[in-house]
C-alpha cells in the first residue's frame, strides 16, 4: 500500500529554474528523500524508493547534494574503530 503526497507550486516554478513540470518534481521528490537520509530519517533503500529510483543511482545524486552515503556519528565511528583495534589485538 502506498499514500499519494500533493504538494502545490506555482505554475510558473519550473520554468524560472529551466525545467520541465516533470523535471521539477522529480528534483522535488529526490530533495525531500535526500533530506529525510541525511537527518537519519530513512535508510537508502527507503529514500530510494521514495525517490523513485534504484539504491545504487540514489547513493550516486548524494554527491549532487553534498550528502555523504555514509551517514555515521563520531561517537558510532569511535566505537568502529575501538571494536576494529580490539579484533586485531591492538586495545
Do not use: C, W
Request: proline share 3%.
Amino acid at each position: 500500500m502506498s499514500r499519494t503526497l500533493v504538494v502545490e507550486y506555482p505554475d510558473r516554478l519550473p520554468d524560472s529554474l529551466h525545467m520541465s513540470p516533470s523535471e521539477f518534481e522529480r528534483e522535488a521528490r529526490l530533495a525531500m528523500a535526500v533530506k529525510l537520509f541525511e537527518m537519519g530519517k530513512l535508510t537508502s533503500g527507503q529514500a530510494s524508493q521514495l525517490a523513485g529510483m534504484g539504491r545504487v543511482e540514489f547513493l550516486y545524486e548524494l554527491k549532487r547534494f553534498n550528502v555523504s552515503a555514509i551517514q555515521v556519528e563520531g561517537n558510532e565511528l569511535q566505537q568502529d574503530v575501538a571494536n576494529a583495534a580490539k579484533a586485531a589485538g591492538r586495545d
